[in-house]
């Protein structure tokens, strides 16, 4: 056998085309005994050189040059020198071949070669593959080997974020469509599925897969497999309402499958919350949340009662404590809690009640969406933020999680959350409430966060507990730094001009203590305020005026 294979490649590499098909016979067979081996001798020999010329011929031996080069290239140490041997343009150029015999063996050398190479996959794409594999899987359909080669190759080249406006042009939603309706084996919807997940991240291609009748194939899949416990089942499932989940990502896939509530799509999604299944559950309270990213359906979705289903699936899985249905339906009412005349009606049907009984959760992620939640709620509603305020559970949670350093967002969000009490409430209980928590050090520390808003927070929520309960935040405020703090804030350049204008109110209304109007007057702030009397802003400098005119009274 090592010598016929030898003699081929001899005469491989200077033969005519006319005696070369036998030679490819023997290099086929040499490479199913022994691939690796094989193709180290048809490097050796600089045989690969000889192909773009036996390719570009385009005859009866074509469908075998192809595919030695595709057994050849399953071998990694053989990738380059295909490369090298300039392969690719001339087997890119025989994807317009009508011979579905070279398309196959042309597609898999191709794949082979670029395979995990994303430069590779990127250079393909500059050249055109995409739209030209898109038709062939229209022309094709029923070509079951080379419609598998065409899906592989869209799961690689989907993967790549240049190949998605490639994609968006052409009709690759209806092909995928039309060939998903055919589909009955499972590993065949699979295969689909995979090229899908990509290609939905892009929001044109998602509202072409909508307009192509995705969803109602999504939906069909989902009551197939609903009531079943075989493993194939459950996966095709969750990939679909996974990907149901994704569609709605897109404003406009989104808000066309909204259609003003009534849409059929919609009201079977708000279906799969009440279900047993954790994983429709989920994908339903997801989908709710996307579909509450405008006001309008918002306002649409709590007036048609859709809160009361997300509160009985929470209070489902107080004890049962399924995290992500937790957290998908907290994300679902946070979104739900931002249009304003949501939140009182939100509020009468008992969100904070069931919210809070989650305040127990050790998983960062449902504590952070609880968090958020909650801070949505009792924004401009008073009654509620000291009604949660005075709850001292509620505030040592918070006080507990404002010192959680591995979880920057929990951190950040109960720091918010303590100061929104604080200041929607405007209650003194609420601000002694607070102080005995501990939670004024908190405060203190987030009016140096590196976010401007979370700052401006703090310092209105510590001017109004300095303005309401002064001698009982006293000893805290001195043991927190308050005065440095301030000082800091008033002294650096980068301060916005409304960190500057509350940091002057706070230092107005800390000057009734002793021990901090003291060291107000050790840290020369008349001074500081006195040079931002000349500040570009107006309200700054009006401020800076009242300031140095209280600091001197009462020097």
């Given at each position: 056998?090592?010598?016929?294979?030898?003699?081929?490649?001899?005469?491989?590499?200077?033969?005519?085309?006319?005696?070369?098909?036998?030679?490819?016979?023997?290099?086929?067979?040499?490479l199913?005994?022994?691939?690796?081996?094989?193709?180290?001798?048809?490097?050796?020999?600089?045989?690969?050189?000889?192909?773009?010329a036996?390719?570009?011929?385009?005859?009866?031996?074509?469908?075998?040059?192809?595919?030695?080069?595709?057994?050849?290239?399953?071998?990694?140490?053989m990738?380059?020198?295909?490369?090298?041997?300039?392969?690719?343009?001339?087997?890119?150029?025989?994807?317009?071949?009508?011979?579905?015999?070279?398309?196959?063996?042309?597609g898999?050398?191709?794949?082979?070669?670029?395979?995990?190479?994303h430069?590779?996959?990127?250079?393909?794409?500059?050249?055109?593959?995409?739209?030209?594999?898109?038709?062939?899987?229209?022309?094709?359909?029923?070509?079951?080997?080379?419609?598998?080669?065409?899906?592989?190759?869209?799961?690689?080249?989907?993967?790549?974020?240049?190949?998605?406006?490639?994609?968006?042009?052409?009709?690759?939603?209806?092909?995928?469509?039309?060939?998903?309706?055919?589909?009955?084996?499972?590993?065949?919807?699979?295969?689909?599925?995979?090229?899908?997940?990509?290609?939905?991240?892009?929001?044109?291609?998602?509202?072409?897969?909508?307009?192509?009748?995705?969803?109602?194939?999504?939906?069909?899949?989902?009551?197939?497999?609903?009531?079943?416990?075989?493993?194939?089942?459950?996966?095709?499932?969750?990939t679909?309402?996974?990907?149901?989940?994704?569609?709605?990502?897109g404003?406009?896939?989104?808000?066309?499958?909204?259609?003003?509530?009534?849409?059929?799509?919609?009201?079977?999604?708000?279906?799969?919350?009440?279900?047993?299944?954790?994983?429709?559950?989920?994908?339903?309270?997801?989908?709710?949340?996307?579909?509450?990213r405008?006001?309008?359906?918002?306002?649409?979705?709590?007036?048609?009662?859709?809160?009361?289903?997300?509160?009985?699936?929470?209070?489902?899985?107080?004890?049962?404590?399924?995290?992500?249905?937790?957290?998908a339906?907290?994300?679902?009412?946070?979104?739900?809690?931002?249009?304003?005349?949501?939140?009182?009606?939100m509020?009468?049907?008992?969100?904070?009640?069931?919210?809070l009984k989650?305040?127990?959760?050790?998983?960062?992620?449902?504590?952070?969406?609880?968090?958020?939640?909650?801070?949505?709620?009792?924004?401009?509603?008073?009654?509620?933020a000291?009604?949660?305020?005075?709850?001292?559970?509620?505030?040592?949670?918070?006080?507990?999680?404002?010192?959680?350093?591995?979880?920057?967002?929990?951190?950040?969000?109960?720091?918010?959350?303590?100061?929104?009490?604080?200041?929607?409430?405007?209650?003194?209980?609420?601000?002694?409430?607070?102080?005995?928590?501990?939670?004024?050090?908190?405060?203190?520390?987030?009016?140096?966060?590196?976010?401007?808003?979370?700052?401006?927070?703090?310092?209105?929520?510590?001017?109004?507990?300095?303005?309401?309960?002064?001698?009982?935040?006293?000893?805290?405020?001195?043991?927190?730094?308050?005065?440095?703090?301030?000082?800091?804030?008033?002294?650096?350049?980068?301060?916005?001009?409304?960190?500057?204008?509350?940091?002057?109110?706070?230092?107005?209304?800390?000057?009734?203590?002793?021990?901090?109007?003291?060291?107000?007057?050790?840290?020369?702030?008349?001074?500081?305020?006195?040079?931002?009397?000349?500040?570009?802003?107006?309200?700054?400098?009006?401020q800076?005026?009242?300031?140095?005119?209280?600091?001197?009274?009462?020097?």
């Amino acid at each position: 056998m090592a010598d016929n294979l030898s003699e081929a490649l001899k005469t491989l590499k200077l033969s005519s085309a006319d005696s070369v098909e036998g030679c490819l016979d023997c290099l086929l067979k040499a490479l199913a005994q022994n691939n690796v081996e094989t193709s180290g001798k048809i490097q050796e020999m600089g045989v690969l050189g000889r192909m773009p010329a036996l390719l570009s011929a385009q005859n009866s031996c074509t469908p075998k040059v192809a595919n030695i080069i595709a057994e050849v290239a399953k071998n990694e140490f053989m990738r380059s020198p295909c490369v090298e041997a300039g392969l690719i343009p001339p087997l890119v150029q025989l994807l317009n071949s009508k011979d579905q015999e070279i398309l196959l063996q042309t597609g898999r050398a191709l794949g082979n070669i670029c395979y995990d190479s994303h430069s590779l996959q990127a250079q393909l794409i500059i050249m055109g593959v995409i739209p030209t594999l898109v038709r062939l899987l229209g022309v094709h359909s029923q070509n079951t080997a080379l419609t598998e080669m065409c899906l592989i190759a869209f799961g690689n080249l989907a993967e790549l974020e240049s190949s998605k406006e490639q994609f968006a042009s052409t009709n690759i939603a209806e092909e995928l469509v039309r060939l998903f309706r055919k589909q009955v084996e499972h590993e065949k919807k699979e295969m689909i599925f995979e090229v899908l997940a990509p290609l939905a991240e892009n929001d044109v291609i998602k509202l072409q897969l909508v307009d192509a009748g995705l969803v109602e194939c999504l939906l069909e899949v989902v009551a197939q497999t609903v009531d079943s416990n075989r493993d194939e089942d459950v996966a095709q499932l969750k990939t679909s309402s996974d990907l149901m989940v994704l569609l709605l990502l897109g404003d406009e896939s989104m808000q066309k499958l909204f259609e003003g509530g009534k849409g059929s799509v919609f009201q079977r999604v708000l279906s799969w919350v009440p279900s047993n299944n954790h994983q429709l559950q989920l994908a339903g309270a997801l989908a709710i949340a996307n579909f509450a990213r405008n006001d309008g359906n918002c306002i649409h979705m709590v007036d048609t009662g859709i809160v009361q289903k997300l509160l009985e699936l929470l209070d489902r899985h107080v004890e049962e404590g399924n995290v992500t249905v937790q957290h998908a339906a907290l994300s679902a009412l946070r979104n739900l809690a931002i249009p304003v005349v949501n939140k009182s009606k939100m509020l009468l049907a008992g969100v904070s009640d069931v919210v809070l009984k989650f305040l127990k959760s050790e998983m960062p992620p449902v504590q952070f969406k609880l968090l958020g939640t909650l801070r949505m709620l009792i924004d401009t509603q008073a009654d509620a933020a000291e009604q949660l305020g005075m709850n001292t559970k509620l505030v040592e949670r918070l006080v507990e999680w404002c010192e959680a350093k591995d979880h920057a967002g929990v951190m950040g969000e109960s720091n918010r959350l303590l100061s929104a009490l604080i200041r929607h409430s405007k209650s003194k209980d609420v601000v002694r409430t607070v102080i005995q928590g501990g939670g004024v050090k908190h405060l203190v520390i987030m009016a140096t966060s590196e976010h401007m808003i979370m700052q401006n927070e703090a310092l209105v929520a510590l001017g109004l507990i300095a303005a309401l309960d002064l001698d009982c935040a006293e000893k805290d405020f001195v043991a927190a730094n308050l005065v440095q703090v301030l000082h800091r804030l008033l002294t650096d350049e980068h301060s916005a001009p409304e960190i500057k204008y509350n940091s002057m109110i706070l230092i107005c209304s800390i000057m009734g203590s002793e021990p901090l109007h003291k060291e107000v007057q050790s840290l020369a702030f008349i001074d500081v305020v006195s040079g931002l009397r000349s500040h570009e802003n107006k309200t700054v400098a009006h401020q800076a005026s009242l300031t140095e005119q209280r600091l001197t009274a009462q020097s």
